[in-house]
């Protein structure tokens, strides 16, 4: 596997193994989870990419969608025509045949909705097969092989491989599709909307009329996600906030660190719900996962058990710690739209507490400007807002980059204090500096921002008054 720590390549790695292949792997250094997984699991890796991992010649060879032509061991592979394909191909082939695929797309919501769905299979008996996008806290891992009738899966738009740029979902043949939202990403792969948006239209296409889709409905989902499913060949159900829906979420409150609501299915009432999850965003993603659960079988009992019991996915409202009444809190939100919900969801969760909003432009879109004027106002949400310097900002045209410094005047326009330092070691010494108890730390990125939360950490505590100290 070339690109072996990735944070897909590794899961694969581990159900590969566990089905029993002898796997082997690379990469240009390879950190946790993917690591640990890996050496669990007792998969061998080179932590550097070498012609010498290809011998003795493997039967196969898994090309990451992150390694490009160029890599000594992709023209080592090519030069020797050794066997090779994509991971989208290799779940196409080995994992999904004679499985139920229930496939989550769109742009926000779909890692969190898998890990949802996941766990209501497995809380209902029903053995699930699945491979999530992250880390889901409920098995500890990415993926499971329960060998139940149903393979869950995330499905990205990103692409699949150099020389393979159609989405991965592609590859997984929906009998369920969710479609969360539908807002422009991947500016680096998808010209423009309309590039972003055809890319869901034709993999509503291959949902069999059989098959099911379930679509976000209320009015905030915009009409280009009422016109992907339009030509849709099976039923489409709408879930939402909205009464309009086929499944409504009403009664919507905050519970301590979780939600409460009532869900009704066509205007009469199914049951009342707590989500061990903040936000109004999660409680469409519950909805979502409920809706698909509900026509595969799942009773209302181990609905409402599972999703008590949710423990989301690392990096989603992941608290760190808490040091002298501060607590420090990280995020994957890399799109403004997911900014804004993450900023909501901890308002909900920690109201009163000043929110600092720290944010690192990492994505491959969030370093173009093509969200330069819709992040000010997402970010504003916040009382104070940091902005790191742009991810490998020298892959960039000046008229292609986001301007970190534009961003920051617009927040302030807004009456919000705004400013924009170099790097994670700035950024730590202007928190340990400034935020005070009862502050909220917010940190946003889709990286490790360069362990800016492990450093704040240490920050915070290396400020803190020895016990036994006195002070003027």
């Known amino acids: 596997m070339i690109g072996i720590g990735g944070s897909a390549m590794a899961p694969l790695a581990g159900m590969l193994r566990e089905r029993g292949h002898r796997v082997t792997g690379s990469d240009a250094g390879v950190y946790p989870p993917g690591s640990t997984l890996l050496e669990s699991l007792g998969i061998p890796f080179s932590a550097k990419f070498d012609v010498a991992n290809l011998t003795p010649a493997p039967d196969l060879v898994v090309v990451g969608n992150a390694i490009s032509r160029g890599n000594v061991e ?22 999904l045949p004679g499985k139920h695929s229930i496939v989550v797309s769109g742009t926000h919501g ?23 996008g992250g880390v889901a806290e409920n098995f500890g891992k990415s993926y499971g092989l329960g060998g139940g009738e149903e393979f869950i899966l995330e499905g990205d738009e990103y692409d699949s491989a150099y020389w393979d740029k159609a989405a991965k979902f592609f590859h997984y043949h929906p009998d369920d599709l ?7 990403d991947h500016a680096d792969i998808y010209a423009d909307f309309g590039a972003y948006q055809l890319a869901f239209r ?24 009422r016109q992907a499913t339009e030509k849709a060949f099976c039923p489409v159900i709408t879930y939402g906030l909205e009464s309009g829906n086929d499944w409504s979420a009403t009664d919507v409150q905050a519970d301590g660190d979780g939600m409460k609501f009532r869900v009704k299915y066509k205007g009469e009432a199914y049951g009342e719900f707590r989500l061990a999850a903040t936000g109004h965003h999660n409680v469409l993603n519950a ?8 026509g595969r079988g799942i009773g209302r009992n181990a609905l409402q058990q599972a999703l008590a019991s949710f423990r989301s996915v690392r990096r989603r409202m992941d608290v760190k710690d808490e040091v002298d009444g501060i607590v420090v809190v990280d995020d994957f939100a890399h799109h403004p739209t997911a900014v804004r919900a993450t900023i909501e969801a901890a308002r909900l969760r920690w109201p009163g507490r000043r929110l600092w909003a720290i944010l690192e432009p990492r994505s491959n879109s969030m370093r173009r400007r093509v969200f330069q004027d819709a992040l000010p106002p997402a970010l504003a949400l916040g009382d104070r807002v940091l902005l790191g310097s742009v991810h490998r900002a020298g892959q960039l045209g000046e008229e292609q980059r986001l301007d970190p410094e534009t961003v920051a005047a617009a927040v302030r326009s807004l009456g919000k204090d705004a400013r924009v330092l170099p790097g994670a070691d700035a950024i730590a010494d202007v928190l340990a500096a400034e935020a005070r108890p009862g502050d909220l ?9 360069d362990g800016l939360c492990e450093k704040l950490l240490k920050k915070l505590a290396a400020r803190q ?8």
């Open 287 to 294: 909805l979502a996962a409920l809706v698909v659960a509900q």
């Open 441 to 449: 730390l917010l940190v946003m990125s889709n990286g490790n921002f």
């Open 202 to 225: 034709r993999l509503v296409n291959l949902v069999p009329r059989r098959g099911r889709i379930v679509v976000w409905g209320d009015a905030d989902a915009g009409e280009a996600l």
């Open 465 to 472: 008054i020895p016990t036994g100290a006195q002070t003027n």
């Open 74 to 95: 992709v023209e080592e592979m090519l030069d020797r025509k050794l066997k090779y394909h994509s991971l989208p191909e290799i779940l196409e082939e080995e994992f």
């Open 110 to 132: 779909k890692t969190t909705t898998t890990a949802m769905l996941a766990w209501i299979f497995q809380v209902a008996g029903k053995k699930p097969n699945f491979l999530v």
């Open 178 to 184: 969710i479609i969360t939202s539908l807002e422009y």
